[in-house]
């Protein structure tokens, strides 16, 4: 499809693919000629040859590039009379991806990238000609690869497919929110796919209206290029999970203006303040966190990491995912080195919410534990927060690098910000839920 007329300013003129041909001095390239379109609409009709129209059901449709080539040099119907070859449907390459060998073209992008990006070397081509199939590697390596999933995004046609997004939702019923993946300390940049306004579902379950169809990458060549692993395309789990949706005070529901209320008696009783500022906080939050403790005397703080096992999977040596710190590690630990001074190093991590406690029989110096929805009724006060995706905000990667999300969706009723939070602590103004 690169096919492109070249003139070598001698009087001759000949058709030669673009990627294959070495420039060299008064050579005249042309892109648009007639010959040049009649040479692309033959090449569609090869590539078109056993290809079967799915295009009603297949889940690639309206991002796919077959429709958009097809489209654009005018198509026409194969002039084959046999009947196409068949090959294998739905075959499972890995617990995570399917391939459709009827509508495979043979591009080898896929294996191209397990061998050149991935290095995990865990897809070839089986046989030759017609017959030919991608197929994984005997020894489950495709399984183990931590960047399969990129091969569904880079397949031209809908050949490879996402078991978790097959038949979930066409793509011109979505729009892609930009995002920041929480999952380590690079922080790539994702879109996060979800239903459009003007598409939304009547009959069906509303819930869907508000949740994540897919997580592809958002191409940043600061971060992470084009690619990402395949727990970043997993973050619909983390995002949507069971969370607090309502204030409570010593475990009672309340209104949010109430807990407030109570939260700032408690700090302002407190002989000594402690505040533990999670690293997951945006960039836009942890300075108001600061400034929530300004009117008093500089509170003991610390950071927390959220700690995770680090894992053995193998690793691209250019996009190597970094475990196990959160995106905006680095840019806490600094604001905690200069303007948090404090030596205490807590194990626990903040969850769902902001929980305010006095710590009980405890020894001198320890922080009281803040964990998510075990201990929620045993805190004074309990404040739920919104979480990444109804909000706007920003993290800074372990390389300096700061990238923006977006917000998704509204924020649940009783729900707020964090940052609003922190200012109606340190100014005793009103957040409305």
Not at 37 to 55: F, W, Y
Not at 147 to 155: G, P, T
């Amino acid at each position: 499809m690169c096919i492109v007329d070249v003139e070598d300013g001698k009087g001759g003129t000949w058709s030669e693919i673009a990627c294959n041909m070495p420039i060299e001095e008064g050579m005249k390239v042309l892109t648009e000629t007639e010959s040049v379109r009649n040479r692309r609409k033959e090449t569609l009709q090869l590539i078109l040859l056993n290809h079967p129209v799915d295009c009603g059901i297949c889940d690639k449709a309206g991002e796919c590039m077959l429709q958009d080539q097809h489209y654009e040099y005018h198509g026409e119907r194969p002039v084959s009379f046999e009947p196409k070859v068949t090959a294998t449907k739905f075959h499972s390459l890995s617990e995570r991806i399917v391939i459709d060998n009827e509508r495979c073209i043979c591009c080898s992008r896929c294996t191209r990238f397990t061998a050149e990006v991935s290095r995990s070397h865990s897809l070839a081509i089986q046989y030759r000609g017609d017959h030919s199939l991608v197929r994984a590697v005997e020894d489950g390596a495709f399984d183990r690869d931590p960047y399969s999933d990129n091969v569904v995004d880079i397949c031209p046609v809908g050949a490879l497919l996402s078991k978790d997004f097959m038949y979930r939702s066409r793509v011109w019923y979505m729009k892609p929110t930009p995002s920041v993946c929480p999952g380590c300390e690079r922080g790539c940049t994702v879109n996060i796919w979800h239903r459009k306004p003007e598409w939304k579902l009547n009959a069906l379950d509303p819930r869907r209206n508000a949740s994540i169809d897919r997580v592809t990458p958002l191409e940043n060549p600061a971060v992470n290029g084009p690619w990402i692993c395949n727990k970043g395309r997993d973050l619909a789990k983390v995002f949507e999970r069971p969370r607090a949706e309502q204030a409570l005070l010593k475990g009672k529901p309340a209104e949010l203006a109430d807990a407030l209320a109570r939260a700032r008696d408690l700090v302002a009783e407190a002989k000594r303040p402690v505040a533990l500022v999670s690293s997951w906080v945006p960039t836009r939050s942890s300075p108001r966190s600061r400034r929530c403790w300004a009117r008093g005397s500089p509170p003991s703080s610390s950071t927390t990491p959220c700690r995770r096992r680090r894992s053995d999977r193998g690793r691209h040596p250019d996009q190597a995912r970094q475990e196990p710190e959160p995106p905006r590690r680095r840019g806490a630990v600094r604001q905690r080195a200069d303007q948090l001074p404090g030596r205490h190093r807590p194990r626990a991590r903040v969850g769902r919410g902001l929980q305010l406690r006095r710590p009980a029989a405890r020894r001198e110096g320890d922080l009281p534990e803040l964990v998510p929805a075990a201990r929620e009724r045993h805190a004074d006060v309990f404040l739920p927060i919104s979480v990444q995706t109804e909000r706007n905000g920003h993290y800074t990667n372990f390389e300096g690098t700061v990238s923006g999300f977006r917000a998704c969706f509204a924020k649940k009723a009783g729900v707020a910000d964090a940052e609003e939070v922190f200012a109606a602590l340190a100014t005793r103004e009103r957040v409305a839920a």
